[in-house]
């Protein structure tokens, strides 16, 4: 990358620069960026998911720089993070990505360009708009945003009410090429959000996927619609969902119940204030045994939660470890309560007895990232301080499949970082006095280790 370039991206800090510098500034024909290649998609044959190992697949290389196009951005990624989607992307699971990089390709010019032998990752990222392609008013080169991941344009009519009934909806750096785990991103104009101004870069690049993902699970009416006083089984309470969750519910004056692994994770949430835990390695719970789902541990589990809430079962369950939990979920929901479901990272088919959803008038409702305006919405509770960071710790761009590594074995909590131009961590803050104003709440969600 040309010097100058790198020097601007360095001081990127403070007062923003001169549109007309930065665009005039020359990028460079090739970058480093985290990829995935098509002659790879046979590596792990015959394997089972868990015997996959992402850093044999998920490597940094030079590659070109994306084509702009029209109401498009190249963003600089100072930072970006790792989700569950990368580790499928690295595993070629539950399809290789290329199929979706295909089915892109066949549909347009604009489309083609992403159909490529090789696949750029990454769905998170924070940085500065580089080039602004035509029909783009909105951001100029130099702004500091945050990217979220839904890739939309809203040509057909299914979409207009909520963007993620689109039928071409997809997710940036998963169904797309070109993510932010690289020197230099393409992503459409109304993915951008402006980058909360007391955080760093890895900060910023460690919220969107995963927040706006909660948000719309609980939030928003699309999905659970949450209520003041609402009873909310969180599962995974300090995971990169289940984090923010915990913070959503206790803002919207939602009643979380937290499951988490360990007494250490337990602990951490009582010091940020939390009051209803369920450790389930201490009480032991098996909600499956010799292949087969246990209801004496799904009524065993109930009756505990009804212990914690005063005799009340969950409005809410914000579901999402799947296959493992599943059954438990729509047994303990109370009767005419809502179960919310996303990413079935334990497994996608699940089992449950119908008669506790169909008799006891309960719902399953699917919900899968977040529209515009949901992400938007999720960025400004960032920016008043009312949602925070929950990164546990960052790794340089050229060991992100060691990251990739750590998620597909669940030895991480929180959210990991990547620095892609960023030169160290900690970079990128703009408002000192605010970020002063919320370090005791910022400090306390980064330990969730």
């Known amino acids: 990358m040309d010097q100058r370039l790198r020097d601007l991206l360095a001081a990127a800090t403070a007062p923003a620069p001169d549109p007309a510098e930065v665009a005039g500034l020359p990028l460079p024909e090739s970058m480093r960026a985290a990829v995935v290649r098509r002659g ?90 580089l080039r602004v392609g035509p029909g783009v008013s909105r951001w100029r080169p130099g702004d500091r945003v945050t990217v979220h991941c839904n890739d939309v344009d809203l040509e057909g009519p299914e979409g207009h009410d909520d963007s993620m009934l689109d039928t071409h909806q997809r997710i940036w750096g998963f169904e797309t090429n070109f993510g932010g785990l690289a020197e230099i991103s393409l992503v459409k104009a109304n993915q951008l959000m402006p980058m909360p101004t007391h955080l760093d870069w890895e900060e910023a690049a460690s919220l969107s996927l995963t927040l706006a993902t909660a948000y719309r699970m609980l939030v928003s009416p699309n999905a659970g619609a949450m209520r003041q006083g609402d009873v909310v089984l969180v599962w995974g309470a300090t995971g990169g969902l289940g984090g923010f969750a915990v913070q959503l519910v206790r803002n919207g004056g939602g009643i979380p119940v937290c499951v988490v692994s360990s007494a250490d994770k337990a602990e951490l949430l009582r010091s940020l204030g939390v009051e209803r835990i369920i450790d389930r390695s201490a009480e032991g719970y098996e909600f499956w045994a010799d292949g087969q789902p246990q209801p004496a541990e799904w009524r065993r589990f109930g009756s505990r939660i009804r212990e914690l809430t005063g005799g009340e079962d969950p409005d809410l369950v914000f579901e999402h470890p799947g296959r493992a939990t599943f059954g438990a979920s729509v047994y303990v929901a109370k009767r005419g309560g809502t179960v919310v479901t996303c990413a079935s990272t334990s497994g996608y088919t699940h089992e449950y007895d119908n008669r506790y959803l169909w008799m006891q008038l309960k719902r399953v409702v699917g919900s899968h990232f977040a529209n515009y305006r ?76």
Request: aromatic share 6%.
């Open 40 to 129: 790879d998609v046979e590596m792990f044959q015959g394997l089972a998911a868990k015997d996959k190992d992402p850093r044999a697949s998920l490597r940094v290389e030079q590659v070109p720089l994306p084509p702009l196009g029209p109401n498009e951005c190249l963003v600089a990624p100072m930072a970006s993070a790792l989700n569950f989607n990368t580790v499928w992307t690295a595993l070629f699971e539950p399809v290789p990505t290329f199929t979706f990089l295909r089915k892109l390709g066949r549909e347009s010019d604009l489309g083609r360009r992403h159909d490529l032998d090789h696949h750029i990752v990454g769905s998170d990222a924070s940085g500065v708009v």
């Open 374 to 449: 949901e992400a938007w919405q999720a960025n400004r509770l960032v920016s008043l301080g009312m949602i925070h960071p929950i990164l546990t710790r960052t790794y340089p761009l050229a060991e992100v499949a060691e990251a990739a590594y750590a998620i597909h074995c669940n030895a991480h909590t929180g959210k990991l970082g990547v620095l892609v131009n960023a030169e160290r961590e900690g970079l990128g803050i703009v408002d000192s006095e605010k970020r002063e104003r919320f370090a005791e709440q910022l400090s306390g969600w980064r330990q969730l280790v």
